[in-house]
C-alpha cells in the first residue's frame, strides 16, 4: 500500500514527482484552494489564470497537469478539482476532499512520490485526505503478468504501471498526536478496505467459500481475533438448512464463519452479518447472458464485514463486534435445491424455495439467527441482494432498512458521515402477505414490485426477538462496472466497510443514539 507522511515542508524545496493541488470552482473560474500558496507565489499569483487556459474548471475530479515553476525540485504539478467553493468561514467538504485525493493518486500511477498540498485545516482533514489517497492508489493485478514487470522495476517495464509509492501530505503536523492519529486510523481502514476490493476481485476459481475462509482464519490469527469455521458436517449437525441448501449444488462446500473482536473496556456489542455467495449463477433459476459476469462479487457483503471487523481490532475500539460470513456458491447441478423445495432453517422456520436466485436472503437467515443467539445490542448485515434496490437507488447509493427508526437514521448518518452514499428504505407492512406460502411458514419471494423492501421483510423474520436491526442492500455500488473516479476503482469497491467501521466508532463511543 502507498507509504504516508505528514510533512511541513515547503513544496518548492521538497523532491517528489509531483505536487498536488487544490482547485475550487468559483463563480468567476478556477480558485486555487488553501495549501497551494507556494506554489501559487512562484506563478506569479496567476496560478488560477494558467489553469484556466489550460480548461480547468474547478469541478470535482477534474485533473490538470502542468509544468512545475522554475526552482522546484518537483517536475509537474498536478491540479485536482475540489468542486463548488465553499460559502465563507466553512471548510471543504471532507467527501470532496476524499474524492480529489484519490483521483490524483490514480493519476500518478506509476510515481514514485507525491506532495500533497491539499487543504489540511485540521487533523480530520488529514484523515480525509490520507485515505482518499490510500484508496485512489489502489488497483488489482495479482493476475497481470504486465503489472507484476511494473511492480519490480517500479513502473519502468511492463504495460502496467505501479501505485503511487509515496504520499507526504504536506501542512500536517508529524508531532500533533490528532494528526497522526487520523493518518493512522486512515491507514488501518484504507488497508481492510482495500484487502476487502481484492476479496471482490478474486476470480470464484480462486475463491470458493473454503478458500474465503482461510483468508478469514489467517486474518484472524494475525489480529488477535477468535474464529471459528462451520464447514458441511457442522452446518448439517446444528441445522443450517439455508445455507445448505443454497450450497447443495456446487462441488465446493460451504461455509459460516464466526470473527470475534473483545475489548475489555467493551460496554456494547454488534454483530454484522455478510451474504458470502462466492459465485452466484441463479442455481436452477440460472441468471440470463448477460448477468453472470460480475456474479463473482456476490459476495461483498461477506468481505465488508470481515473488513470492518479486522479494521474495529486494529483500531482498538472499545466495543465488542462479531462477524458473520454466511459462504456458499450457487450453482445448477443435479444436486441443487428446486424451485418448490422447502428447507428448514437453523431458526426452525420453513421456506418454501420459490425462486433459486433468490439465494442470498438463505444464507443470511440462517447467520442472522445464529447472531442472534449472542443477544448483542444491534445487528447489521450487509449484502448485494436485489436488483430491485440498484433500479431504485441506481448504481452508487445503497438501501438501508430497520426494525428501528431511529437506529436506520443513526446507521444512515454514519454511511454519510464515512463518505458512503446510502439512503433509509422503509419496510412496508402489506408487504408481507405476499410472502406467505401455501407449503411452509414462509417463501422466499413475495410481490415483484418493492422486491428490495420484500427481501428486507423477509430479513427481518430471522432476527431474534427485541434485537435492534438494519439491512444494508449494497448491490449496485459493491461493483463499479463503469470508468473509475474519485477514489473508486473499477471492479470491487469495498463499500459498506466504512459505514460499519463508523457504527463501531460511535458505538464505543456511546452516541450512535
Not at 526552482?71 to 471532507?94: M, S
Not at 432453517?345 to 442472534?372: F, I, P, Q
Request: hydrophobic share 45%; aromatic share 6%; net charge negative.
Amino acid at each position: 500500500m502507498t507509504a504516508l507522511t505528514l510533512s511541513t515542508a515547503a513544496a518548492p524545496g521538497l523532491r517528489a514527482d509531483a505536487i498536488v493541488i487544490g482547485v475550487a470552482k468559483g463563480a468567476g473560474g478556477p480558485l486555487v484552494a488553501p495549501g497551494a500558496e507556494a506554489v501559487d507565489k512562484a506563478y506569479d499569483g496567476r496560478l488560477a489564470a494558467v489553469l484556466e487556459t489550460l480548461g480547468a474548471s474547478g469541478s470535482e475530479g477534474e485533473v490538470t497537469k502542468l509544468p512545475a515553476p522554475s526552482g522546484f525540485k518537483a517536475p509537474v504539478v498536478v491540479a485536482v478539482g475540489l468542486g463548488a467553493e465553499p460559502e465563507k468561514d466553512a471548510g471543504f467538504d471532507p467527501e470532496a476532499l476524499r474524492r480529489a485525493a484519490g483521483a490524483a493518486a490514480r493519476a500518478l500511477a506509476g510515481a514514485k512520490k507525491a506532495a500533497f498540498a491539499l487543504p489540511l485545516a485540521e487533523a480530520a482533514d488529514a484523515g480525509v485526505v490520507a485515505e482518499g489517497v490510500l484508496l485512489g492508489a489502489y488497483s488489482f493485478d495479482a493476475y497481470k503478468e504486465s503489472a507484476k514487470d511494473a511492480k519490480d522495476s517500479k513502473g519502468a517495464k511492463g504495460n502496467g504501471k505501479a501505485p503511487l509509492a509515496e504520499a507526504a501530505l504536506l501542512g500536517g503536523k508529524p508531532r500533533d498526536k490528532a494528526y497522526k492519529a487520523a493518518v493512522e486510523r486512515a491507514a488501518a481502514v484504507a488497508e481492510e478496505l482495500n484487502r476487502a476490493r481484492d476479496l471482490v476481485n478474486t476470480p470464484p476459481n480462486d475463491l470458493n467459500p473454503e478458500a474465503f475462509a482461510a483468508v478469514a482464519q489467517t486474518a484472524a490469527r494475525e489480529h488477535g481475533i477468535k474464529v471459528q469455521v462451520l464447514d458441511e458436517k457442522a452446518l448439517v449437525k446444528g441445522g443450517y438448512g439455508g445455507i445448505l441448501g443454497v450450497g447443495a449444488g456446487s462441488a465446493s462446500g460451504p461455509r459460516l464463519v464466526k470473527l470475534s473482536y473483545t475489548s475489555p473496556k467493551a460496554k456494547k456489542s454488534l454483530a454484522f452479518v455478510g451474504k458470502g455467495i462466492t459465485y452466484d449463477s441463479g442455481g436452477i433459476s440460472l441468471k440470463p447472458a448477460g448477468h453472470n459476469e460480475t456474479m463473482k462479487c456476490d459476495m461483498a457483503g461477506a468481505a465488508a464485514v470481515f473488513a470492518a471487523v479486522v479494521a474495529a481490532a486494529r483500531l482498538g475500539l472499545e466495543v465488542n463486534v462479531t462477524g458473520w460470513l454466511a459462504l456458499a456458491e450457487n450453482m445448477p447441478s443435479g444436486s441443487a435445491t428446486r424451485p418448490g423445495d422447502v428447507l428448514r432453517m437453523y431458526s426452525g422456520k420453513t421456506v418454501e424455495v420459490l425462486n433459486t436466485d433468490a439465494e442470498g436472503r438463505l444464507v443470511l437467515a440462517d447467520a442472522l439467527w445464529a447472531a442472534s443467539q449472542d443477544k448483542p445490542d444491534a445487528i447489521i448485515d450487509v449484502a448485494t441482494l436485489t436488483g430491485a434496490m440498484m433500479l431504485a437507488l441506481g448504481s452508487r447509493t445503497y438501501g438501508i432498512m430497520a426494525n428501528d427508526d431511529a437506529f436506520r437514521s443513526a446507521v444512515h448518518e454514519a454511511a454519510e458521515e464515512s463518505g458512503e452514499p446510502a439512503w433509509p428504505m422503509p419496510l412496508p407492512e402489506h408487504l408481507r402477505k405476499g410472502m406467505d406460502s401455501p407449503t411452509a411458514d414462509i417463501a422466499n419471494m413475495g410481490e415483484r414490485m418493492g422486491g428490495g423492501l420484500v427481501a428486507g421483510l423477509f430479513l427481518r423474520e430471522f432476527v431474534g426477538e427485541g434485537i435492534t436491526w438494519a439491512h444494508l442492500d449494497i448491490a449496485g455500488p459493491a461493483f463499479n462496472e463503469g470508468a473509475p473516479f474519485g477514489y473508486t476503482p473499477k471492479g470491487g469497491t469495498g463499500t459498506a466497510v466504512r459505514t460499519l467501521v463508523r457504527v463501531a466508532e460511535r458505538v464505543a463511543l456511546g452516541d450512535l443514539g
